[in-house]
């Protein structure tokens, strides 16, 4: 379930923290020069379920991260956290990028590398296993873990969705039966 904070500007309070994960210097020649712009990948989130993500360029590359960080404002959603860790395992693609994240017992941290790992550390998990396959683009990395995230569903969630109490989502067709 996607939930979706703010549209078009309108922030909601929250203490946002934000994560630079990578500024890159875009160079285009023509005929006369060459023309250099900057180009930046920032994560948002609240530690706490809400992580949003923005890519931003400019001439310079303080302006890059400024719109960058404006724009993944504007991408916030609810992530689903259960005791430190997600409630699922989960996979999604990207592009070229294929993730997969599945929840890991408590005190074994964050196992990721890169992109990846910022995602998992902005939106608050503490205990998660995880491995990239595919493609390294950071762009397309970071879109996969978010589309992953997004998809999570916890028992509550189902339970409302299917319109049954969670006790028989644990059970199933047991509780009918007996």
Do not use: W
Not at 32 to 43: L, P, Q
Not at 168 to 173: D, I, L
């Amino acid at each position: 379930m996607v939930i979706f904070l703010e549209k078009k500007g309108k922030h909601t309070g929250l203490e946002l923290k934000e994560r630079l994960v990578g500024v890159t210097r875009v160079c285009k020649v023509t005929k006369g020069r060459r023309y250099f712009s900057f180009s930046a990948i920032v994560i948002k989130g609240n530690e706490n379920g809400m992580v949003g993500y923005g890519f931003g360029k400019s001439k310079e590359a303080s302006d890059a991260i400024r719109k960058a960080g404006e724009q993944a404002k504007r991408n916030l959603c609810k992530v689903c956290i259960y005791n430190g860790t997600i409630p699922h395992e989960q996979e999604a693609r990207y592009g070229g990028a294929h993730i997969l994240i599945k929840p890991a017992s408590e005190g074994t941290g964050i196992i990721a590398g890169g992109p990846l790992r910022a995602v998992l550390e902005t939106v608050g998990l503490k205990d998660v296993l995880s491995k990239s396959k595919g493609s390294s683009n950071p762009h397309n990395i970071i879109k996969a873990t978010i589309k992953a995230l997004k998809y999570m569903r916890d028992v509550q969630i189902i339970s409302r969705e299917r319109g049954i109490s969670i006790e028989r989502v644990y059970n199933g067709m047991e509780e009918v039966l007996k």
